[in-house]
């Protein structure tokens, strides 16, 4: 199976601020990756797929980039919205694993 | 616009058996893969199942392989999830969600939720 691992585990960071999530895939699952945030108590919503597919709706302060094992979520000015857990996603393969997921905390 | 419903969600004893329901609409539910995830209180996502548009592939993750059996009805576009043996770290928020038309499935639309408790 393909383990999936973030970093950090927690972040915080204050309105305006540029934050990065890393995703590292246990062997290479390029352009196979989707990003979800999910908000307390709420159902995930989809971000980005395929790697920097951003999907319809979804502000332009986030982005998606990286190759191989690697990849990054960016969001470029953070807003008071954007506080939520972030979770990453291989679609290269059986079975589907995810990240464990990123806590982005307001400072 | 996109709907999934899920019910079926309750409590009970390890050992027995649940049978999940998601009622999808607001799109044409033939053409997509769809999948069950879940998510143990104050844990994080974990994918269970996943069923192919037409109903002929499905896949299993590990711990729920020879338990659990997903299902699709393409004429009252629903979706279900069987659940026997159930154990208590079965015991979780399951969200049905929307896949692609591909090969490759990712979560583009999910639902609201139905929770599962097992214990005795």
């Known amino acids: 199976d393909i383990q999936m691992t973030q970093s950090p585990s927690t972040l915080s960071a204050s309105v305006g601020d540029r934050v990065t999530i890393t995703c590292r895939a246990s062997q290479s699952v390029s352009p196979w990756l989707a990003w979800y945030q999910q908000k307390a108590g709420k159902a995930p919503k989809l971000l980005i797929s395929e790697t920097s597919t951003l999907e319809s709706g979804v502000p332009s302060r986030f982005s998606g980039s990286g190759s191989g094992t690697e990849f990054t979520l960016t969001i470029s000015s953070l807003q008071s919205d954007d506080f939520a857990t972030y979770y990453c996603q291989h679609h290269n393969s059986y079975p589907i694993t995810l990240g464990q997921g990123t806590r982005l905390e307001i400072k | 616009q996109v709907l999934l419903v899920e019910s079926g969600g309750g409590v009970v004893q390890p050992g027995t058996s649940l049978r999940l329901s998601c009622a999808a609409s607001?799109?044409?539910?033939?053409?997509?893969?769809m999948h069950w995830v879940r998510q143990a209180p104050g844990k994080g996502l974990e994918w269970v199942a996943t069923i192919s548009n037409g109903g002929r592939d499905t896949y299993y993750a590990g711990s729920v392989r020879g338990r659990f059996t997903i299902s699709r009805d393409n004429s009252k576009s629903t979706l279900f999830l069987q659940m026997d043996s159930l154990r208590p770290e079965d015991s979780a928020v399951y969200y049905c969600a929307r896949g692609t038309m591909f090969d490759r499935q990712y979560f583009t639309y999910w639902g609201q939720g139905t929770l599962v408790t097992v214990s005795s």
């Open positions: 607001g799109f044409n539910f033939n053409n997509d893969g």
